[in-house]
C-alpha cells in the first residue's frame, strides 16, 4: 500500500520563484501539510544571467532575469524537491543543453522536451512547449540554434515528442504547459475571466489524443494563467481530473495541493 504524501502544483512562474517559494511555503504550513515534491507547469523561466535571456521567446518588457541566479548561486534554495516542464518563455539554449531532463541545482529538476519521473511511486511524464498547426510537424531547431532562428520556433513541442510521452506511459499525471482541446469553449472562457481568447486559447487537439489515450488519472496545465477544474470521463469508466493553475502573482489560485491516498489514487485538497 502506497504511503500517503502530500504535493503541491504550481502554475506559471515567470522568474518570481521567490514569491512561489513564499506562496507555497505559506499554503503548506496554513494546512499543516509536509510537501514531498512541487510540479510546475512551465514558464519557470530558470534564468541563470542576462545572457539566458537571449533565447527566450517574448516581448522586450517581459525580459527579466528574475529571482533564479539567487538560486543558481546557491543563496537561496527550493525548500522541497521540485520538478517542471519547459513553457513557451524559457531560455531554450539553456534546457536544451540537457533534453532529456536533468537537475539544474540541487533539488530542481527540469523534466526535459519529454520525459518521465518517479515521484514516491508516482509515475509523472511531462512535456515541455506548446502547440503549433505546422511547426508541431518538426523537426524542431535545437536551443543552440537561437541565433539563427526565431526565439518561438523553439517553443513548439513536436509530434514525435508526444508519441514518445504516450511510449513513457502508463501515466499517474501528466504535465503540459498549454491546453487540451475540449475542456471549455471561447465564450465559456470569455464569460469567467473578462478576456478574450481567440484560436488555440482553449486547446489543441495532439494534446487532446494525448490525454485520451494516455488517461493519466491527473493532468496538470499552466499557459492561460486561468485557474480551471474539470473532470474527464473515459468509456472505460476512468477518469482524468483537470487542474488548471493561474500565474504565481495572482496567489492562492496559482496553488494546488493533492494528496496521494493509501489506494493510489489522487485528489485536491
Ligand atoms: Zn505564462
Redesign the pocket.
Known sequence: MPTPITFAAVG?V?GEHRAMVRLVSGIARARGVELTAVLQVG?FEPHRHEGDLESMAAPQKYRHVGDFPRFHRGEEAFPWPLYFIG?N?EPYAYLDETPGGAALIPGCHYVGRVGAVQLAGLRIIGVSGIHHPERSRGPRPPGSAFRTVSNKELTYFTEAELSQALDLGPADILMLHSWPAGLVTHEELSAATGRRFFGEDVGNAPARALVELLRPKLLLL??M?VPLRRTLRWPDGGETQVIALA?VGAGRESVALIVRDEDGGLREV
Request: aromatic letters at 0%.
Open positions: 506559471d515567470h514558464d513553457g518563455h499552466g499557459h494563467h500565474h
